[in-house]
């Protein structure tokens, strides 16, 4: 049977065209269901206030930095999205004076203007507000060299490397509307993509890129970024890939409940649980990934229902 046409946008895959019954289950998810579809591999965890949620998450960076050694450099991989944990790593790591010197970090993601990935000075530069939110606020002399700073800026294949010469213990991050991590949008339904969209192993296969942004995460990006202003959000950007992410010991995502809906944070827990990959919920592919975490702010859950506002 043909696959159905986006609703969202009809030249692209996305989680509209996947079976009616995959969508009718996720939204019949309580929270209780959520916390039950762990499985080996795969853990739901659910904060119930704010302050436990983002510092949790806080603490899995720090926790990472502190398995660092001369011998075995290690680091982490976080996103802009959520970033109300960053200004608590910094403070956590000056509190307990971290030294970070064999401690890396990975950016996951850049935008894209012009064919090139934008300067920090750019306002919505995500290297800006890693360094604004976090690493400028510790205290300089238990700062990371700078060299240890990894952004998806120049040289990717050179980014990509850094991935084989340092251990990503965590791979941090949120989930936007399309089911991505990073940049890790669904494909345009175009060319060898037309009638079905890329099967999980090729998909896999891509490592950092340039790629074009769905129609959705863009204005998504403009709701949660820029007051709504879509003119200003590129619709381009360079991201960590696949590749890199089957690197890193730990995939753990955190769903605050404002980036994604109520239903998509159920419906990849779902899909990953069920082990249902499809490319057109990027997010579902870590199905196959062996050491997955989501978590979730009670709160931020919410229900899958008719409300009228």
Not at 44 to 58: C, K, Q
Not at 95 to 108: R, S, T, V
Not at 134 to 149: E, G, T, V
Request: hydrophobic share 40%.
């Amino acid at each position: 049977m043909a696959r159905a046409i986006s609703k969202l946008a009809p030249a692209w895959w996305d989680y509209t065209t996947l079976d009616s019954e995959i969508l009718n289950d996720a939204a019949k998810l309580t929270a209780k269901d959520l916390e039950q579809l762990s499985r080996p591999g795969f853990k739901v965890s659910i904060y119930d206030t704010v302050e436990e949620f983002y510092a949790a998450e806080a603490l899995e960076y720090v926790e990472a930095w502190m398995r660092a050694t001369p011998d075995n450099p290690a680091g982490v991989c976080g996103p802009i999205g959520p970033t109300e944990q960053l200004p608590l790593v910094a403070r956590i790591v000056n509190a307990i004076g971290l030294d970070l010197h064999n401690a890396h970090f990975w950016g996951m993601d850049e935008w894209v203007e012009n064919g090139k990935t934008v300067s920090p000075t750019h306002p919505l530069s995500f290297a800006k507000c890693d360094k604004e939110q976090c690493f400028d606020r510790i205290r300089p002399k238990l700062r990371m060299p700078a060299k240890n700073l990894h952004f998806p800026t120049g040289n990717l294949a050179a980014y990509t490397k850094t991935y084989d010469q340092v251990k990503c213990l965590l791979m941090q991050g949120g989930q936007g509307e399309t089911k991505h991590w990073a940049f890790n949008d669904p494909p345009k339904r175009e060319g060898a993509y037309k009638d079905a969209p890329p099967s999980p192993a090729e998909y896999r296969k891509q490592s950092a890129r340039i790629v074009d942004l769905h129609p959705v995460t863009i204005i998504q990006n403009a709701r949660t970024s820029g007051g709504g202003n879509v003119s200003m959000v590129p619709t381009r950007a360079a991201t960590v890939g696949p590749v890199e992410t089957w690197k890193a010991a730990k995939v753990s995502i955190w769903h605050p409940g404002h980036h994604d809906n109520p239903f998509g944070i159920r419906l990849s827990a779902l899909m990953i649980s069920k082990r249902i990959p499809d490319s057109s919920v990027p997010m579902s592919l870590l199905a196959d990934h062996p050491n997955v975490h989501f978590s979730y702010l009670r709160k931020g859950i919410g229900e899958v229902a008719v409300e009228m506002h």
